[in-house]
């Protein structure tokens, strides 16, 4: 029996390999049961010859791998060989001449050309590949299941045609793949909408809230009562600050965050004082002295008690550098200015009354100046910026303090090289919120963007891609070729 009428022996047993030649069909079915060899000639047939060209030219099978279609990569290659290098051309010329036979030209070849379907449906692939890069992203979620239905159908549809498959074949792949992607697609969905909850959860901000509070360690009672504003931490506040883009803001060394706070304050007083000057409803706004040192007294004696004579005067002193009457934007020179005069070891020095008193007030006189502009103006976008520049103060000076601490506790070099280098590393990496803070707000931020990027399309797009690669190689074990 020759390979021939072996193939139509089953062909005869399994009717769905009609579109298969009976040479290509007996062939396949040895590859996979070498059991029946011996049942036909020892003779390889044209089907055995088929990839040694690929296998026995490293460049040209590069070409191949690089396309990862076999049809089309067989395709391509076949043509830059015979077409554009001499090899090539001197076989072709060759079997034009009759100077080699046809089972030569196959030989150093393959089996001819690559048939038109495993073109067809390995260029289908790479279509796919290359679309869904190019393809914008859905910003809904309708949109993305619905990619990854159609992405799901196009790969099942291509896979069945580059498997030589009829209108059956190809509508049935197509039917599978559409539902893979779907049920792909809507799996990431549901992780990225698990992520976004927990990324939201108060739990999570809570924690990132603590992880800035501990960097920047200003002290817990001052949290509780001075720094704590609305239902947020410090810590929660300093989390909250992005700039244009979205991206947090105070991530980094202590260095980092000391530049970019005074970077915040040089940028956001700027554009405060110019949105305070554009309006003339603002403008004509009139602020007394008074209201801004309404309740200094009363704060300062809950904190210290009954005040002294000295302690009055010098409450008075900080009061009197304000005039006595101000608009919104004589007022912001007057917080910028008590921001500037508030040292940057003010934090440090809280526990030391005769160092932390005239610094507290010149703290409180600013954050009452904040909230009279906030009032005054009612200006959503005037109060955020105000509100941004304090804690950009609050940044600036405990960045500074722990840098200064940090200093203050270095290994000395007494111990030699060595030590010295262990100090080093303990300074700048182990007491360095680098790590700490980019990692909590990456956590926050987990899956905050609803899908719409490039990189999470072309995510789904392997997923899918695999997922049905895996289940068409399972449906081709279960055939008898």
Same mark, same amino acid.
């Given at each position: 029996m020759n390979i021939e009428d072996f193939g139509k022996t089953i062909k005869e047993k399994y009717p769905q390999y009609q579109d298969m030649t009976d040479a290509d069909l007996g062939q396949k079915m040895i590859e996979k049961y070498p059991q029946y060899q011996d049942m036909v000639g020892k003779e390889p047939s044209k089907s055995q010859k088929v990839g040694k060209f690929l296998e026995g030219h490293g460049v040209i099978k590069g070409i191949s791998d690089i396309v990862g279609t076999t049809g089309l990569g067989k395709g391509i290659a076949q043509s830059i060989f015979l077409k554009f290098t001499k090899e090539g051309k001197d076989t072709q010329k060759m079997m034009e001449e009759g100077k080699i036979t046809p089972e030569e030209f196959d030989n150093i070849v393959g089996e001819g050309l690559a048939t038109p379907k495993e073109v067809i449906g390995s260029a289908a692939k790479t279509a796919l590949a290359v679309g869904a890069v190019g393809v914008k992203p859905a910003a809904t979620v309708a949109g993305r299941l619905g990619f990854g239905t159609a992405l799901g159908a196009g790969l099942g549809a291509a896979g069945a045609i580059e498997e030589e498959g009829g209108i059956k074949e190809v509508a049935t792949g197509a039917v599978i793949g559409g539902g893979i992607g779907l049920a792909t697609a809507g799996l990431l969905e549901g992780i990225g909408a698990g992520l976004r909850k927990f990324s939201q959860s108060q739990y999570a901000q809570k924690r990132t809230g603590y992880t800035y509070l501990k960097e920047l360690q200003p002290p817990k009672k001052e949290i509780a009562k001075d720094i704590e504003k609305g239902f947020k931490t410090f810590g929660e506040e300093v989390a909250d600050v992005v700039d244009d883009k979205g991206s947090p803001v105070y991530t980094g060394s202590y260095k980092t965050l000391l530049e970019k706070a005074k970077n915040q304050l040089q940028q956001k007083g700027d554009l405060l004082?110019?949105?305070?000057?554009?309006?003339?409803? !603002?403008?004509? /706004?009139?602020?007394?002295?008074?209201?801004?040192? =309404?309740?200094?007294?009363? *704060?300062?004696?809950?904190?210290?008690?009954?005040?002294?004579?000295?302690? !009055?005067?010098? /409450?008075?002193?900080?009061?009197?550098?304000?005039? =006595?009457?101000?608009?919104? *934007?004589?007022?912001?020179?007057?917080?910028?200015?008590?921001?500037?005069? !508030?040292?940057?070891?003010?934090?440090?020095?809280?526990?030391?009354?005769?160092?932390?008193?005239p610094s507290l007030v010149k703290y409180h006189l600013r954050d009452n100046a904040r909230k009279l502009i906030n009032e005054k103006t009612a200006n959503p976008i005037i109060q955020k910026i105000n509100n941004e520049m304090s804690i950009a103060m609050d940044v600036r000076k405990l960045a500074a303090s722990q840098m200064a601490t940090r200093a203050a506790r270095k290994i000395s070099g007494e111990g030699g090289f060595f030590y010295k280098m262990i100090g080093r590393f303990i300074d700048d990496y182990v007491f360095n919120p680098a790590i700490t803070t980019r990692s909590a707000q990456a956590i926050r931020q987990l899956g905050m963007k609803t899908g719409q990027t490039i990189q999470r399309q072309l995510g789904r797009f392997g997923a899918i891609k695999g997922i049905e690669a895996i289940t068409r190689l399972k449906k081709q074990s279960e055939k008898p070729i």
């Open positions: 004082k110019n949105l305070l000057k554009e309006s003339p409803t !603002i403008r004509s /706004i009139r602020i007394r002295q008074d209201e801004v040192a =309404k309740d200094i007294v009363e *704060t300062m004696q809950n904190r210290y008690g009954k005040l002294s004579d000295i302690q !009055i005067k010098q /409450i008075q002193f900080e009061v009197n550098r304000m005039p =006595k009457f101000m608009t919104p *934007t004589t007022l912001l020179k007057a917080k910028r200015m008590f921001d500037n005069l !508030i040292p940057d070891s003010f934090w440090s020095k809280l526990d030391d009354p005769a160092q932390a008193f």
